[in-house]
C-alpha cells in the first residue's frame, strides 16, 4: 500500500504541474490570444481548453462507476470555432481541472488496481491515469506554443531561460545540496 499510496500523491503533484503551467500562460494571454488559430488545421487556445474540459468532466464524472466516455459528451463539438472570452476559457479549464481533483482525492490507494471503462475498454485505474497524464501534458504544451507565438519576445519562460541552463543547474545544485 505504501507504493501505491506515493504513486497517487506523485500523480496527483503531476497533474497540478501541468495545471500551474496552464494557468502561468494565460496569465500572460488576453482575449485575443484564446482565439487565435494559427491556420485553419490549427485548433486555438479555447478550442483546447474546451476539448480538455470535455474530456476532464468525461473521465472523472463517477470515475470508479461509470465508463469515461459518457453518453453526454460530444467530443466532435469541442472542436468547433469558437469565440470566447479570457474569463470564458478560465472557467471551463477551472471546471476541469476541480473535477479531475475531486476524483483523484477520493481515490484510496487500493483503488488503483481496480478496472474502469473508457469507451468499453476495460482499464487499470493507475493506467487510465496515466493515459490522462500523457494526454493533458501534450495539449498543455500546445497552449504554451501558442501562447510563446502571440507574445513573441515578451514572453516569459515558463521553464529554463533559453541560454541559462549552466545556472540553473548550479541553482538546482546548491537547493538539493545536503
Known amino acids: 500500500m505504501q507504493l501505491a499510496e506515493g504513486l497517487l500523491k506523485d500523480m496527483i503533484k503531476r497533474f497540478k504541474t501541468y495545471e500551474e503551467l496552464g494557468d502561468k ?10 482565439v487565435y488559430q494559427p491556420n485553419e488545421q490549427c485548433n486555438s487556445i479555447a478550442m483546447i481548453v474546451q476539448h480538455l474540459h470535455g474530456n476532464m468532466l468525461s473521465r472523472f464524472t ?11 459528451r460530444k467530443r466532435d463539438n ?22 479531475l481533483f475531486n476524483a483523484l482525492e477520493a481515490l484510496q490507494p487500493g483503488d488503483l488496481t481496480g478496472t474502469i471503462y473508457i469507451r468499453s475498454e476495460p482499464l487499470l485505474v493507475y493506467d487510465a491515469l496515466l ?29 529554463i531561460p533559453k541560454g541559462q541552463s549552466e545556472q540553473y543547474n548550479t541553482q538546482m545544485s546548491r537547493q538539493h545540496a545536503k
Open 62 to 72: 463517477n470515475f470508479l462507476t461509470e465508463d469515461g466516455e459518457k453518453p453526454w
Open 25 to 34: 500562460t494565460f496569465a500572460q494571454l488576453n482575449d485575443d490570444d484564446m
Open 131 to 159: 493515459r490522462q497524464l500523457a494526454h493533458y501534458p501534450n495539449h498543455v504544451g500546445q497552449i504554451q506554443y501558442i501562447g510563446k507565438m502571440r507574445k513573441g519576445a515578451a514572453w516569459q519562460s515558463l521553464s
Open 78 to 99: 469541442e472542436f468547433n470555432i469558437v469565440s470566447l472570452t479570457k474569463a470564458e476559457v478560465l472557467n471551463l479549464w477551472n471546471e476541469g481541472w476541480n473535477c
